[in-house]
């Protein structure tokens, strides 16, 4: 069974410093790796999507790596904002497999 | 693109009441997925559809969690009877074609509280 862990649990950051979260999974066997941020009260929107056969996707501010053979992705948020206060979770997509297993998430703050 | 849409918001129920959450995915998208969301488990996947046809209900907890596709615009999540402990937030999420490849997108969830 895949296992997502997301450390930490949470993370205060002052305005303008640069965020790295982290997400590893035990089963190196994936088909892909999504990130999702999700506000309070709201859905998750999916932030990025790495296929098992790329090393990062970037999207703005954003940027994703996956290394699959230690079992590791890390969310880069550069220049954080206020703006970028929400949950982010990260979820691993099993090969010729539907389901995606989630992480716990880790809930930023950028502190003003 | 109007997005996932999920009805109603909030639902409050005492306990043995039937409950029905409703969601009408993104058109275009023929993959749907019901989830629910907790402190103590994350979130769990409830059941898949693809194309209107239920392809996994293995994360269904018990009998009295149902669900329904009858077109590729609107499904249902009904619990029947109801009990506290399915006190949660249910999010319906949709895709297109080859979920795998295609992100899933999510609503903003029912929250559920059974009294």
């Known amino acids: 069974k895949q296992e997502v862990t997301q450390i930490p649990a949470a993370l205060s950051v002052p305005e303008g410093e640069n965020l790295v979260l982290n997400c590893s999974f035990t089963d190196s066997a994936i088909y892909n790796l999504q990130w999702f941020r999700q506000d309070p009260g709201k859905g998750l929107t999916s932030l990025l999507l790495?296929?098992?056969?790329?090393r990062e996707q970037t999207s703005g501010r954003l940027n994703a790596s996956l290394d699959k053979s230690s079992g590791r992705s890390t969310l880069y948020i550069a220049a954080s904002q206020p703006g970028d206060s929400a949950t982010y979770l990260c979820?691993?997509?099993?090969?010729?497999?539907?389901?995606?297993?989630f992480g716990a998430g880790t809930t930023v703050t950028v502190r003003a | 693109d109007a997005g996932v849409i999920q009805s109603p918001r909030h639902e409050v129920t005492e306990m043995g009441q039937e409950v029905t959450l409703r969601c009408k995915p993104i058109s275009g998208h023929n993959s749907l997925f019901w989830y629910r969301q907790t402190m103590m488990r994350g979130l769990e996947l409830l059941i898949y559809?693809?194309?209107?046809?239920?392809?996994?209900d293995s994360g269904m907890p018990e009998d009295r969690f149902s669900a329904k596709m009858p077109n590729a615009s609107f499904s249902t999540l009904k619990i029947q009877p109801s009990e506290p402990r399915d006190s949660a937030v249910y999010f319906c999420?949709?895709?297109?074609?080859?979920?795998?490849?295609?992100?899933?997108?999510f609503g903003d969830g029912t929250r559920l509280s059974i009294l």
């Open positions: 559809f693809n194309n209107n046809v239920p392809i996994d």
């Open positions: 999420a949709s895709s297109r074609r080859a979920p795998q490849l295609q992100p899933q997108h």
């Open positions: 790495i296929q098992s056969s790329q």
């Open positions: 979820a691993v997509g099993l090969s010729n497999d539907y389901k995606l297993s």
